[in-house]
């Protein structure tokens, strides 16, 4: 498998008079030579986001999108419900697109994935059933990473 090694946030938040949370911040990651391809990895992007209630929408800009030479912005809406004590539904689509004509990303200038999931929280610990779905193709993916869609159950414990 491959795990994220590490992830930096550096932002600022304040909710508004209309409950309305605004969010800008940047984000750097560092993945493991098992997640890309045997090769480290150094990722970061900027980010300016609203949250109300259970939805959120975020933009995020990145000026070497996974070290591939080439700027995106990507959309970002989700929303997170209770549906009962301690199970929550959630729900994600997201939109990303190249901003220069550089072979990015595969063959396409834009991308978009999709996912959905059901969470049940037992103390601390916290089961998640979720499936996404990426597409128009999967010329993005590579090697034993390559399709279009995932399954996953993850279990996440706090401390």
């Known amino acids: 498998g491959g795990l994220v090694s590490q992830q930096i946030y550096l932002g600022y938040a304040r909710r508004t008079a209309s409950l309305v949370n605004i969010d800008v911040g940047a984000t750097a990651y560092r993945y493991t030579s098992l997640y890309s391809a045997r090769r480290r990895e150094l990722f970061g992007e900027f980010y300016v986001g609203a949250s109300a209630a259970d939805v959120s929408a975020y933009v995020r800009f990145s000026p070497d999108y996974y070290g591939q030479g080439g700027p995106v912005v990507y959309l970002d809406i989700a929303t997170n419900k209770e549906i009962a004590q301690d199970v929550r539904l959630f729900a994600r689509v997201g939109f990303l697109q ?41 010329a993005y993916f590579k090697g034993v990473w390559r399709g279009r869609s995932s399954l996953s159950l993850t279990l996440q414990r706090r401390f």
């Open 98 to 138: 190249r901003l220069s004509r550089r072979p990015t990303l595969g063959r396409r200038p834009s991308r978009h994935d999709v996912e959905a999931g059901v969470a049940r929280e037992f103390g601390r610990l916290t089961v998640k059933a979720r499936l996404a779905v990426g597409g128009p193709d999967d």
